[in-house]
């Protein structure tokens, strides 16, 4: 869509900069340190920029209302404690999940560096957003991650009819060769994940069939009625065992909440989230040298993306990279957002007092 056609059906094109102002402006009321509010920010955006709208700006009335009900807290100390020599356990203590998540990567990376890999388990944090933000974090300093997380009841077990399992993510990351950008694999176990269902919602449209069942047990393309509902596991009792092993990674090894316990980020309000993570490290240096695995990473693109093409495609591409060429084009041209969305944040804003940052003029 062009700009100009797009400001008539109430987009408005965001620059990256602005959006992070945003952002961070709002944070900032709430007590939360300034280097945290850049983490949050920077992930948020991101997110946005990837494509990834369900996980971006427009996710934050949620946020701020548990920081509003003292159900994150803004600025907690997040002291990481050795219990192996390659692993340590992170109590997040109801942080925010991005500074939470980005805590316990920078710990999993330096013990990597030392030990060749390094496993973080996190308790006690909260929802923390795209994975892709900490496969990235790790894939841009040369290390090659494993990134995961359980998530509040949305998906029953197969052959269950009521929400037990999370639409927990599977995140794998790589880091590029010399010509190429990262393997990010970031993939939610559910047909879709219950943040494009809130967007159907919002924008008023039907969701297709086989993405959910209603409160009922019933397929349904009504959002309001899947949200009351459960969403699918993507084939089946493969979806399904993926949420299961994210489940028992992140909450029954870690000593964090599972099978049921996490709190939902939009129901629950009465008690913290208690969020855990996985997160291991892995030095991509430990069998080979770093110039032979870059080699061989492209080497290992080029053969994807010669294989014959099948009708209807016209080209291959590695995981990471359809949302790598948005994230060019966003910082180029802007991030695209509903003006309608934006106005819960940019009244949020105002309320400061301060200007608002390019490009949100005329919303408040």
């Known amino acids: ?59 934050m009335p949620g946020y701020l209302e548990r920081l509003d009900l003292g159900l994150i807290d803004p ?32 710990e999993a990376l330096a013990i990597a560096e030392e030990s060749g890999v390094g496993l973080v388990g996190v308790v006690n944090s909260t929802h923390f957003g795209m994975a892709a933000n900490y496969l990235l974090q790790a894939a841009e300093r040369g290390y090659a991650s494993l990134i995961f997380t359980n998530a509040s009841p949305a998906m029953p077990p197969w052959g269950g009819r ?63 009625a899947a949200l009351r509902g459960v969403v699918m596991p993507m084939g089946g009792p493969k979806g399904s065992g993926l949420s299961m092993l994210m489940d028992i990674l992140c909450g029954v090894f870690t000593g964090a909440a599972f099978a049921g316990e996490v709190g939902d980020q939009y129901k629950v309000f009465d008690r913290p989230q208690w969020v855990g993570h996985f997160m291991l490290a892995i030095r991509p240096d430990l069998f080979l040298a770093r110039e032979a695995i870059s080699a061989r990473m492209d080497a290992f693109v080029d053969r994807m993306k010669a294989n014959p093409l099948a009708d209807g495609f016209d080209e291959v591409m590695i995981a990471g990279e359809p949302e790598a060429r948005l994230e060019a084009q966003r910082l180029r041209e802007g991030i695209p957002y509903r003006a309608a969305d934006l106005l819960p944040l940019v009244q949020r804003y105002a309320a400061t007092g301060r200007p608002l940052p390019d490009g949100f003029e005329g919303l408040a």
């Not at 995140?171 to 993939?187: Q, R």
Request: glycine share 12%; hydrophobic share 40%.
């Open 1 to 59: 869509m062009q700009k100009d056609a797009a400001a008539s059906t109430g987009i408005r094109y965001i620059a990256p900069a602005s959006a992070e102002a945003l952002v961070a402006g709002i944070l900032g009321q709430y007590g939360v340190p300034e280097p945290d509010v850049a983490t949050t920010a920077h992930c948020l955006v991101r997110a946005d920029l990837r494509g990834v709208d369900t996980h971006g700006i427009t996710r």
């Open 75 to 106: 600025a907690p100390q997040l002291e990481p404690e050795r219990v192996a020599p390659a692993v340590a356990r992170l109590d997040g203590k109801n942080g925010l999940g991005f500074v939470v998540a980005s805590r316990a990567v920078d």
């Open 162 to 224: 009521a929400a037990l399992i999370g639409t927990s993510p599977f995140g794998a990351g790589f880091p590029a060769g010399a010509g190429g950008v990262p393997f990010i694999l970031d993939m939610s176990p559910a047909v879709a994940a219950r943040g494009k269902i809130r967007r159907a919602l919002r924008e008023g449209r039907s969701i297709p069939e086989g993405w959910a069942l209603d409160e009922n047990g019933r397929p349904t393309t009504d959002p309001e």
